[in-house]
């Protein structure tokens, strides 16, 4: 890789973005918070997988899809099954009818692990599932709605309908699946035990560095051929169809690249809150991670992450301070980020903070140059 | 003057680096709580006592669709703090209380759950009301070592060490209803019909081994999602059956579109032809059904706003006089207001507010006071109470027709019954 190209790759405002996002999430989270704190910030930030995904296949692609709960639900399942599994050996269950076993399954009067729960024995196994199962199921999706030129709203509904399906296959099979309560009771990792505190500060280190991984690929995709492909696509289909690219492919593509981020996410959330239920799945969760990437700016995939924190650290500070009335202030914080910054906060730094940041930037130098005389002051001492 | 000195200085270093200093700090903490309490028995583990407070949680959902069950549990626990800090507090500590809203969604609850115990170091929690909300703090009470009261009927197989079940388990509920519509009504087939979940289909678990035991029928068992709405397929096939009785346990909205549809396809419940018992409507749910729908069906409970004696006049005066002369209070509402009674006892008891010790003290701990009546905390952590049945009347409130002589044991893992 050539110089060139990396620059191409990343132009130097975006390393800036990544460097500051990393000090923030590396360095000044784990370092003024207390452990149960960080462990609410790694929570949030397992949502932020979803939202980047949502930047390529609906900022980039224009693709809104609302159910990516459903991805970011079955990479959790994937993880909880194998956690679940660990958890029931035959002599922690044994007061159960069916001893080795999961408790809701013994609950149910199912005495015996069904077939699709066996392969979840094998950690390597579950770790493909759960990028697998996800994007499979999206290729499916994909293959059958892009295929047929379904696109648009027709598509939005389309996926709400899945994550509304999805939902009340989990709830009816509660034999299979532990129905409404979900899987809980989750306890150890290959013998680990996820709940002590240094667990959760690895983990949320581990959550840190794949949200990093993920950032790195979308950035990839934003900056190759593929990216701009996805803006022409977004902009005028018709035209990029009619300059010999096969549309649905791409859209495809990028519709499996954030099933398979968000089910990183929810993977990485099971294991940071210890459990897993179809709550995550429907509708309302899904749409709300539309709203993350919506306050971020949905062309953003750093405005994602931002939102996604800024979304859910208000969420919990305005229902800790006002239980009863918190979710008007919700209400309204989404309705001034739309009417104030329609293109959120990635907007809002664009057009405001960024000027701003330049003019000083200038102001600075100016001011350098002119008390030196006409030696140019070098940024690095200035800044 | 020394203290004045030191205190400005940390808090300074702490606005740069509490991380790095956090380690350090909850090793401070633990010795200086140490020192200071280790004469003090009444709060040995640091929770949230001073001298003259003691700081509780409050955790239920009052946003999202749960909100409109959970408020009445909500309600009695604050009036039940009240009442206590009336009559002089918890060994000589006024109660004060953090209320978290989880949003009728569990990992909400969970978050909160943990926000309680950790950061705000409450030394009990009142709260949770469906059994999902339930199994996603449990982790977390068994983890950090809370206590819970939980207040609602649920489907039993759970016993844990920290939490007290102040509502009924299943066998509680189930049994002791059975038996009566068999015996006084001659019921001789059932219709089982339930919201799909944990709790309706555990409940008609136990419900068809009773029935069969009894050498009885069950003609049909049926489950629906929540919400679920349209109900005329089942109501065609029990008019097909003929059961003698429909045991329903709806749940939530679906009890609304349940009821005006078993009315509007001509099943008048207050014929009893079949009679319909249910153990999942209180009179909070006849609110929103209406009572000229629900008018004649039977439901099995512990509680009900109706019950006379004196210990629960006072109940249904204070509660109206705190909420307003139309509330009504359901079974759980009740069992809601009996946690920080116990709670109270326990401590009492216990002489401490540590949670090992209020664990220990709790078996045994009798309530003479309580708006049901009588009841006292089992070994396994539920509670001893009688099973009644009432009879829906059109006011929305339920005539009692029967008790059990004896407190019902609980038996969270009923034998011969899963």
Not at chain 1, 82 to 94: A, R
Request: glycine share 10%; hydrophobic share 45%; net charge positive.
């Amino acid at each position: 890789m050539s110089i060139q190209s990396i620059r191409e790759f990343m132009p130097k405002n975006n390393l800036v973005y990544f460097l500051c996002l990393a000090l923030l999430i590396f360095v000044v989270f784990p370092l003024s918070m207390d452990i149960f704190r960080l462990n609410l910030i790694g929570k949030y930030l397992t949502y932020a997988f979803v939202a980047i995904g949502l930047v390529l296949c609906w900022g980039y692609g224009g693709i809104l899809s609302l159910g990516q709960g459903v991805f970011f639900g079955l990479g959790g399942y994937c993880m909880a099954m194998f956690l679940k599994l660990e958890s029931s050996d035959p002599e922690s269950t044994k007061i159960q009818s069916t001893p080795g076993i999961p408790d809701f399954m013994d609950w149910n009067q199912i005495t015996e692990l069904p077939w699709f729960w066996e392969p979840f024995y094998s950690f390597p196994f579950t770790l493909l599932a759960i990028l697998l199962v996800p994007s499979i199921f999206a290729y499916i999706i994909g293959v059958a709605m892009f295929k047929r030129r379904v696109g648009g709203v027709y598509f939005a509904i389309i996926t709400q309908a899945i994550a509304s399906i999805l939902t009340i296959l989990i709830i009816g099979q509660q034999g299979y699946t532990g129905g409404v309560n979900g899987i809980t009771d989750l306890r150890t990792l290959l013998g680990w035990n996820i709940r002590t505190d240094s667990a959760k500060y690895i983990l949320y280190f581990v959550n840190g560095v794949l949200l990093f991984i993920c950032l790195l690929v979308a950035q990839f995709i934003r900056k190759s051929k593929l990216g701009r492909l996805l803006l022409a696509m977004r902009e005028r289909e018709d035209r990029v169809r009619f300059s010999g690219y096969d549309v649905s492919n791409f859209k495809i593509f990028i519709f499996c690249v954030a099933a398979a981020f968000s089910a990183i996410g929810g993977a990485m959330f099971t294991l940071q809150v210890g459990f897993m239920s179809p709550s995550f799945v429907g509708i309302v969760p899904s749409i709300e991670m539309v709203i993350f990437c919506a306050v971020g700016g949905r062309l953003s995939i750093f405005g994602a992450v931002y939102g996604t924190l800024l979304v859910n650290w208000a969420k919990t500070t305005f229902s800790e301070s006002f239980p009863e009335l918190w979710l008007f202030a919700m209400g309204a914080l989404f309705i001034s980020v739309v009417m104030a910054f329609p293109s959120g906060l990635a907007g809002l730094y664009k057009s405001k903070v960024e000027p701003w940041l330049i003019q000083t930037y200038t102001n600075i130098k100016r001011y350098y140059l002119e008390r030196n005389g006409t030696r140019p002051a070098e940024s690095g001492e200035t800044l | 003057m020394k203290f004045k000195f030191v205190f400005p200085t940390l808090k300074k270093i702490s606005a740069y680096g509490r991380g790095l200093l956090s380690t350090l700090g909850i090793i401070a903490c633990s010795f200086a709580l140490n020192t200071a309490n280790a004469a003090d028995s009444v709060n040995s583990t640091g929770l949230a006592v001073t001298d003259d407070t003691v700081t509780v949680g409050i955790l239920h959902s009052v946003t999202g669709t749960m909100a409109i069950s959970e408020t009445g549990s909500v309600q009695a626990e604050k009036l039940a703090i009240k009442q206590i800090n009336e009559m002089g507090g918890v060994l000589g500590r006024k109660i004060k209380y953090i209320q978290e809203d989880g949003a009728s969604d569990w990992p909400t609850f969970a978050e909160k759950a943990k926000k309680l115990l950790v950061r705000d170091k409450v030394a009990a929690v009142f709260g949770c009301w469906t059994s999902a909300s339930r199994k996603a703090v449990l982790p977390v009470f068994e983890q950090y070592n809370g206590m819970l009261y939980y207040p609602t009927f649920y489907e039993g197989l759970e016993q844990s060490p920290n939490v007290i079940y102040t509502g009924q388990e299943a066998t509680q509920q189930i049994i002791a209803g059975i038996d009566w519509v068999v015996e006084k009504k001659g019921a001789k087939t059932f219709y089982l019909l339930g919201s799909d979940y944990i709790w309706p289909r555990t409940s008609n678990k136990i419900a068809r081994k009773h029935i069969e035991k009894l050498g009885l029928k069950v003609v049909g068992e049926q489950y629906y999602p929540l919400g679920h709405t349209q109900f005329n397929s089942v109501i065609n096939k029990i008019k097909l059956r003929k059961p003698d009785v429909i045991y329903a346990i709806v749940v939530g909205g679906s009890n609304v579109a349940f009821y005006k549809q078993l009315k509007a396809a001509g099943i008048d419940l207050r014929k009893e032809k079949p009679l319909l018992l249910t153990i999942s409507v209180t009179e909070d749910e006849i609110l929103g059904i209406g009572g000229e729908n629900i008018e004649g069906a039977y439901a099995a409970m512990k509680y009900f706003q109706s019950l006379d004696n004196p210990n629960n006049k006072a109940f249904v005066k204070a509660f109206k006089e705190e909420y307003g002369e139309n509330i009504v209070i359901g079974d759980v509402t009740q069992a809601a207001y009996l946690g920080p009674w116990l709670w109270k006892a326990a401590v009492e008891k216990a002489g401490s507010f540590d949670i090992d010790k209020v664990r220990e003290a709790s078996p045994g701990i009798e309530l003479t006071t309580a708006p049901e009546g009588y009841v006292k905390i089992h070994p396994n952590h539920h509670l001893w109470s009688k099973t009644r049945v009432g009879l829906a009347q059109r006011d929305g409130q339920y005539k009692v027709v029967y008790e059990t002589e004896e407190l019902m044991e609980p038996d969270p893992f009923p034998e011969g019954y899963q």
